[in-house]
């Protein structure tokens, strides 16, 4: 395990550590704003504030919020390309998206002050990962139209610091900078964090890494810990709320995403029923974006699982702190009745040390109900991992019987650019994987 060392580096102290109740004043204030910001744009989000008799802001209060209206990435595609932009589009200065539907990506857009408030909020993530001006950022995120890439760019210029765009891919080129450049910050998804740790083989000069964009756990947190000798942060943002910033772990605790809620407001709610959930326990995370100006929204469904945690933190921010994903309300595999989160089982399969940490999953389709096969490889030394306690692990872990298939290394498909591909569905003729 890494050692603690704090490191005092938050970007905009007044606002991290700002009193509970002072930020809640000013959250209201900014609610306010907001609401009187849609009703008077006139777009979708007026209208269904209309329909919940909501006519003004004037008058609401933080505490209204849960009855307010939630909107969702349909009605993004609804609106499709710029149908809930509130301002000008002479007014709009970039475009970014994400993973939509019939080939067009859910677009998002930002004025030029919605890209200083990135900038800061990615700036305060990697303030919170122990970054400074002095810092050497290595940001192998994709650049384009993904906002990895360029959300922690202008974040690590705001910071003062040093970036590296050296983008996803080309991973020996990427070895030959890590060791020229001698970058202390390394950000990128955690599986490609992996995939350039078994590159690098050996030790860096890594000091830190921001790693997300794909939900991970604490167990592929030690693997890459270890595997690059440096301490693995999550940071939680996507293209809709604002990119990368919504939320990212301190170095010193490490222990759940500081959110910046002074400017995204969040909440947990039962996926289900859209009610609130107490703090602690795990429910889809709702955001309200209260400062944004091209692209607000109100309460948006992230479908993201997560639970929330308003206790101080010791690195004396206050602001309330997500639990790392534990799934997404649309990858849950539903097994025998069984609601199951991939993220389970890549934990289980981490705590074995025998096994290599790429795995895929097989929904195998051909069986009803239906099955999952779960395809993983020995590491060189892993001969004694016994197939039948780990397959018992999966299934007291899961409530559900899983076959376990262990394949010739290299079977299971690695990641170069991008997210990695966790889930694949079998409904008959040739096996997704050979050996299967
Ligand atoms: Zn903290």
Partial sequence: MTPVTPSRTMFEPDAETMPARQRAELQGERLRALV????????????????????SGAGLRLADLPRLPMTAKQDLWDAYPFGMVTVPMSEVVAVHGSSGTGGRPTLVAYTKDDLKLWARMCARSLGCAGATAASIVHNAY????????????????ELGATVVPVSGGMTSRQV???????????????????????????????????FGAEPWTDELRAHIQELLGLRALDIYGLSEVIGPGVAAECYEAADGLHVNEDHFIVEAVDPASGEPVPDGTPGELVFTTVTKQALPLLRYRTGDIA????????????????????????????????????????????????LAPDYLLVVDKRA???????????????AGVLLGSVEQRLRDALGVRVRLEILPPGTVPRTEVGKAVRVVTWDGGEPPLPGL
């Fill in 36 to 55: 009187g910001r849609l009703l008077a744009a006139g777009g979708p989000q007026a209208a269904l504030l209309r329909q919940a008799n909501v006519t």
């Fill in 142 to 157: 994709g650049y384009g139209l993904f906002t990895g890439g360029l959300g922690i760019h202008q974040g690590a210029i």
């Fill in 176 to 210: 030959t900078l890590v060791r020229d450049l001698r970058p202390d910050i390394l950000t990128c998804t955690p599986s490609y964090a992996l995939r350039l740790g078994e590159a690098l083989a050996g030790p860096t000069t890594l000091r830190a890494g921001l």
């Fill in 307 to 354: 639970s929330l945690n308003r206790e101080p933190c010791r690195c004396g921010r206050t602001l309330a702190r997500m639990s790392k994903v534990i799934g997404r309300r649309d990858d849950m595999l539903v097994l025998s009745g069984v609601n199951v989160y991939p993220s389970e089982v890549e934990r289980v399969l981490l705590a074995e040390p025998g």
């Fill in 368 to 382: 009803v109900p239906s099955r999952l096969i779960c395809c993983c490889e020995f590491l060189t030394d892993g």
